[in-house]
Structure formats: C-alpha cells, structure tokens
C-alpha cells in the first residue's frame, strides 16, 4: 500500500531522495500523449484520485499542503486540452472507508463510520479541495468517497456521512455534480433509494472474473452476463431518475 512504500522510501532512502522522487513521479506518470491516447479511445472524462496523507498529514490534522494542487491541475489542463473532464475523486480516507488496499489500508480495520474525528476531518478536507475547484469549468464534480466498504449495520452512518459532506460542499459550491459510491465497494445500491442532493449521480463499480465466465461458450453470451450486471448496479439510478456513471470497470476472463 502507498503508506508503506512512502514510510520504507523515506527511512531508507532519506528526506532528499524521497522528495525528490515523488515530485518526479507526480509529474511524469501522467502527460499529454495520455491524454490524446484516451481520446482516441473515446474517452471523455477522467477520475483524478487522491489521498487524503498527499494533503495532511495524521500527526498534523487540518494543516494542509497545497503541492498536491500543482500536480492535480496539470493532469485536468492536459486533459481540458484534449476534451476530456476531470472528477476529483477522494480515494483514501481517513480512517479507511473498506479493509483493503484500495483505501490505503494497513490494518484491515475500518473506523470511518464510528469516528467522528474522521468524517470531520474527511469533510474539512473536502471543504479545502472544493475551495480549489469550485471554479473550475473543466472539473464536472467530486466523488465523494471511493469504494465504501461499510457492515450492514454502518450503512446509516455512510449515508449520513455523505448529506454532511454534500452540505458541506453546497456552502461552497452550488454547481458541480456530487458522485454518490455504495456500499460493498460500490456494487449495492438497494440501500441507497435516497436523493441526497438535486445535482447527484451515483457511481457504481464493476469487476468481474473468473467461475461465472467460466461456462461463456460466445461473445453474445458474455455480452448478455455484462449487461445484466451493470443493469443490476444501475436499477436504481434508473429507479431515481439520477445520472449513472461508472467510475470502475474492468472484466477478465482468467
């Protein structure tokens, strides 16, 4: 996980060399052929992720740096450039939203949903990072929290994390769109039969691999399996009459 590899960087490689290469990596891993490349492929919108240690740090709560800004504008500039949008994507919160890698998770232990430290902090956060953007035309909205990953007993509390960062944002922001993750890593919305918000979509995710592809004989039945999925994931922005947009997809066979 990034923590790990940034703790172990930096004790073994020192202060200079560990600044040193991230600045370089941030402004090498994404450049303007990236961009045309996903043009070509008839891309029009990109997630820009972040985590939340870029911008604080844990011993240091609400003071937060500006750098990550530089790195993040340059990728929405290139990507403005080529017609492409930018969703600013909050993947790694405080006190983790799941037990796994993806939210920069070292423990397995998730405390976002009973730690009112956290969603504060994970709020003003927000507060800081909309403050940048609220102006930005070529940024159509934010995603709130990448992949949540609450028990069924803490899914009023996600949801209720979630009206206290949309009231948040509005007192910021009136015009972006709010990207709305549901649980069990953005594959259930049944719970979700909720308008958090008049400019809202909610952005289920979508892997699948392995058993159930197995017996696929054709195209034409695998292409039947993939949209009965990303229907099911889907029926109840359907059901809303919301946007729905998938940040996530990925299929594999193998």
């Known amino acids: 996980v990034d923590q790990l590899f940034r703790r172990y960087f930096r004790y073994y490689a020192g202060e200079e060399k560990y600044q040193w290469f991230f600045d370089q990596y941030y402004r090498v891993f994404f450049q303007e052929q990236d961009a045309v490349f996903m043009k070509q492929m008839g891309c029009n919108t990109i997630r820009i992720p972040f985590n939340y240690r870029v911008f604080e740090d844990d011993l240091h709560p609400y003071q937060y740096s500006e750098k990550p800004f530089a790195y993040m504008d340059h990728v929405i500039d290139l990507c403005a450039k080529h017609g492409i949008y930018s969703v600013i994507d909050y993947h790694a919160v405080q006190g983790y939203e799941n037990a796994f890698h993806c939210s920069d998770n070292i423990t397995g232990i998730v405390e976002l949903y009973h730690n009112a430290e956290c969603q504060n902090r994970c709020i003003r956060l927000w507060e800081y990072v909309v403050e940048h953007y609220k102006d930005n035309p070529n940024v159509i909205g934010y995603d709130l929290i990448n992949e949540p990953g609450p028990k069924d007993d803490e899914v009023e509390a996600l949801k209720e ?60 039945q695998l292409y039947d399996m993939i949209l009965q999925d990303v229907e099911e994931r889907s029926a109840m922005c359907e059901k809303l009459q919301i946007p729905c947009w998938f940040g996530e997809m990925g299929i594999s066979l193998g």
């Open 161 to 220: 994390l979630y009206r206290k960062i949309i009231r948040s944002i509005r007192a910021i922001d009136k015009t972006h769109i709010v990207f709305l993750e549901g649980p069990a890593l953005s594959n259930r919305f049944d719970c979700m039969e909720e308008l958090f918000d008049d400019n809202m979509a909610y952005s289920p995710h979508y892997y699948h691999s392995g058993p159930r592809f197995e017996p696929v004989e054709n195209e034409e």
